[in-house]
């Protein structure tokens, strides 16, 4: 599954807060399950689409997912983060049945959920929605793993055989045949025949790119934001780009079809083009235009350590992971970490506290070894090579001597630059020199990831700064992206495997943990091979990212959702009446 989409969670790498006794991603205000009032949505934007095919942006497709777009599966709302990875079924009755080698999965709809003209959501729908992702020139911007892993054959070029449903020509006919052969329609069930295992494809589907489209409401190129709901509100009038809409109930859903979703609003007002800072101070101030507000942005650093100070403020706003984790990539074409304990020397010697500080503190990020986010099922709390959050000179220079280096040791790193993030990189370059590094840091801005994934970057530059957030619940969304050679690493360039990690083992063992079917077992594998990547220095960590939303007065259920990217909850938000 791609990126920019939790039983076991432990809610830091680094335990010793209050969080991780008692987790909860819930505002204290009083809860109410009052339907009702008129809640308004601020924030800075733009929204890209509203098409469920197009949608790329985490915020967009979880706003999406609870006002107004039903999937097959959906994750459960919850205010504990140890709950958000619970599976359920959406449209379908339940999250899907396997066949035993994985590779076609089956779902039955529910009866009863209908579209806004009151017309049912059928299994043809849904194939229908599908098959648009496959129109590449026409539906750009969200999720291709429909291409990836449904069993519709390829061209010798490697691009699929099937074309979308708006192509014509004399291949049309076979490449829809292929399509319906891979997601096949019988009554309410859907079928899928994937290209090989999946074992969390149920996990999959619960992204907008798997929603159904009513093929008569479909404007293809016109489109964008046009919305036709199957979810419990709709839009009152055509949105507005840089202004945003108003959405209303959609008198045609029913909540006894939905167990993910309360709807308890009776109206949604979403206003985009405000600037963040702006829409925190109205929200903090509580006057009558916004104490029925909430901030669909976290809030500036600044304004965040005086929310968490004023026992007014703190009691109207949430805290949370939103998945998004910065990391550091070796360079392994570099002749220094091409060695090992050059690579350990360097996360030994990384000082995370100083990065988070640098951030804004913790409630902009916390330190991390992991690349796995604290709310997923796979986190753990395991420091393979003790590097810890402060960093440890003396053992890194150990290290740098065992690798047959000379202090000191010169290394170039890359880095996206912001006024941030020159502060944070500069707290890293303080411990790095202690420790015997003698960097270098360039600052890139424009373009940068295609910049650090060329070729000659390899050459360049030893280390790179990345970030990555999973999609899902599940670690498949993270490692097979970053660390399998197979599919990243070629002439063109590494793929998202900037430091050209390359190793047959780990490949084998991403092929193997993708075949196991119970969900435990996986996420517990994930965790395991995690520990692995991080003891060869693939990878080290440097921070989670965090949120925090202020809401009026007004505001009741105020709570975010760490699995669907530390957003506010919309399933179970209300307002006061």
Request: glycine content about 10%; hydrophobic content about 40%.
């Amino acid at each position: 599954m791609a990126a920019a989409i939790v039983a076991a969670a432990s809610f830091a790498v680094f335990g010793g807060n209050d969080e991780a006794e008692n987790p909860s991603v819930a505002a204290a205000h009083d809860r109410t399950d009052e339907r009702g009032g008129t809640l308004k949505a601020l924030s800075l934007g733009p929204v890209l689409s509203w098409d469920p095919q197009r949608i790329g942006s985490r915020d967009d497709a979880a706003f999406a997912g609870r006002i107004f777009l039903r999937t097959l599966t959906a994750y459960q709302p919850s205010t504990d983060p140890r709950n958000q990875s619970r599976l359920v079924g959406d449209l379908a009755t339940d999250t899907g049945t396997p066949s035993q080698d994985l590779k076609s999965w089956t779902f039955t709809l529910r009866d009863g959920v209908a579209w806004e003209d009151g017309s049912p959501v059928t299994c043809e729908d849904v194939s229908y929605g599908i098959s648009r992702t496959f129109a590449t020139s026409v539906i750009t911007g969200g999720s291709t793993d429909a291409l990836a892993v449904l069993g519709v054959a390829k061209q010798p070029n490697g691009g699929s055989v099937y074309a979308g449903p708006y192509a014509g020509g004399p291949y049309a006919a076979a490449g829809q045949a292929a399509f319906d052969k891979a997601v096949s329609c019988r009554g309410k069930t859907i079928t899928f025949t994937l290209s090989s295992p999946v074992s969390d494809f149920n996990e999959m589907v619960a992204q907008p790119a798997f929603a159904p489209f009513k093929k008569s409401a479909d404007k293809m190129g016109d489109g964008t934001f046009t919305v036709f709901s199957n979810g419990p509100y709709k839009l009152s009038a055509p949105w507005r780009t840089s202004t945003g809409g108003a959405w209303v109930r959609n008198p045609h859903w029913s909540a006894s079809t939905d167990e993910v979703r309360k709807a308890y609003p009776d109206r949604i007002e979403y206003q985009e083009g405000i600037e963040t800072q702006t829409v925190a101070q109205q929200i903090m101030a509580d006057g009558d235009n916004s104490r029925a507000a909430v901030a669909l942005g976290s809030a500036p650093p600044a304004i965040q350590q005086h929310v968490l100070t004023v026992d007014a403020l703190k009691e109207r706003s949430v805290t949370a992971g939103t998945g998004l984790v910065d990391y550091l990539v070796p360079n392994y074409k570099s002749p220094t970490f091409a060695k090992i304990e050059a690579r350990q020397a360097l996360s030994v010697a990384t000082n995370r506290a100083a990065y988070v500080t640098a951030l804004g503190g913790g409630a902009t990020s916390r330190p991390t070894t992991s690349l796995i986010p604290s709310a997923l099922p796979a986190s753990h709390t395991e420091d393979p090579l003790d590097a810890g959050t402060g960093g440890r000179a003396g053992e890194a220079k150990v290290l740098l001597g065992k690798a047959g280096l000379t202090i000191p040791v010169p290394i170039r790193v890359a880095y996206r630059s912001s006024p941030v993030a020159d502060k944070a990189m500069a707290s890293l370059v303080a411990g790095w020199t202690e420790a015997g590094f003698a960097p270098t840091v360039t600052p890139l801005k424009d373009e940068y990831f295609t910049t650090i994934s060329r070729p000659e970057a390899a050459g360049a530059y030893d280390v790179f700064w990345s970030n990555w957030a999973p999609v899902g619940a599940s670690a498949s969304t993270i490692f097979p992206a970053l660390f399998d050679s197979s599919i990243n690493v070629s002439a063109a360039g590494p793929g998202r495997d900037y430091g050209y990690f390359n190793d047959p083992k780990v490949n084998a063992e991403i092929a193997r943990i993708n075949t196991i079917s119970d969900r435990v077992e996986r996420e517990d594998a994930w965790a395991a091979l995690d520990v692995q990547l991080q003891t060869q220095g693939a990878y080290i960590g440097l921070a989670e990212r965090r949120a925090l939303y202020i809401a009026g007065s007004d505001v009741r259920n105020l709570s975010a959702n760490e699995v669907i990217g530390g957003v506010v909850e919309f399933a179970d938000i209300a307002v006061r009446q």
